[in-house]
């Protein structure tokens, strides 16, 4: 898909603003050769986590027990990406298992999907003290593996889980309430954000929201093999 370089400049100035505005005035070099790595990565996941090792790159090391570094399809169409660890991730070394994870593997499988198809992940590897908000540093020190991530795996469509996935995926400090109900573009790549299932759990009255974005994807999913079959 061709981008005119007047739209590049647009995306990359708010993307630069988006970072300021969490005061973040700098970036190492691992974050430009990310981005530039999105279409280019040559890795296997299990290569990527290799070079992750015992990542002590953010101070989320010194408090997590496990790296939970993603579980699934390396060769998924549907990704979700979720916040961070929360207690029983941090202990089993593997995302979305604990109650949230259970009512995620619910909404997968209402749609006739299974984990195994997809690959699910967080914005943050390591798990915050007392499952507090990511913070912007912490977030910043693991994006490079992130899109890293996205990159091997290459997916047609993101699910942004939540508040800070969507936010940071689509460089914006919009509000998820605001964000959800439409589809966004990341380098080629449809992002749709919709409710953290941790919400759900406090706020079920969501729910019907997240079905209507969960056959959105499907439909989109959908879309796209009629596609492959034409080509
Ligand atoms: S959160 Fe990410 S950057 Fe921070 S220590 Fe864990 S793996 Fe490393």
């Known amino acids: 898909m061709d981008q005119n370089i007047d739209e590049m400049i647009d995306h990359l100035k708010s993307y630069l603003e988006y970072l300021k505005g969490m005061g973040i005035v700098s970036l190492p070099a691992s974050e430009m050769i990310s981005n530039k790595m999105f279409r280019e990565e040559k890795l296997t996941l299990k290569e990527l986590r290799k070079e992750l090792g015992d990542c002590k ?15 699934g ?41 299974s984990r195994e198809e997809v690959y699910i992940t967080n914005i943050i590897k390591c798990r915050p003290p007392q499952n507090r908000n990511p913070e912007s540093d912490e977030i910043q020190s693991c994006h490079p593996f992130l899109m890293k991530q996205i990159s091997v795996i290459q997916p047609k469509i993101i699910c942004a889980l939540g508040t800070f996935s969507a936010q940071t995926l689509l460089k914006t400090d919009t509000k998820i309430t605001a964000l959800r109900g439409k589809v966004y573009d990341l380098e080629g790549i449809k992002v749709i ?39």
Request: hydrophobic share 35%; glycine share 8%.
């Open 73 to 113: 399809n390396e060769k998924a169409t549907l990704m979700f990406i979720g916040e961070g660890p929360g207690y029983d991730e941090d202990v089993q070394g593997k995302p979305f298992v604990g109650r949230a994870g259970q009512l995620l593997t619910k909404i997968i499988e209402s749609v006739n999907l």
């Open 57 to 71: 790159r953010c101070k989320l090391h010194r408090t997590r027990r496990t790296i939970v570094f993603g579980e």
């Open 193 to 231: 954000p919709t409710y953290h299932p941790a919400f759900l759990l406090r706020n079920p009255e969501k729910k019907r929201e997240v079905w209507e974005d969960m056959k959105k994807i499907v439909e989109l999913l959908s879309n796209n093999d009629k596609t492959k079959e034409m080509e």
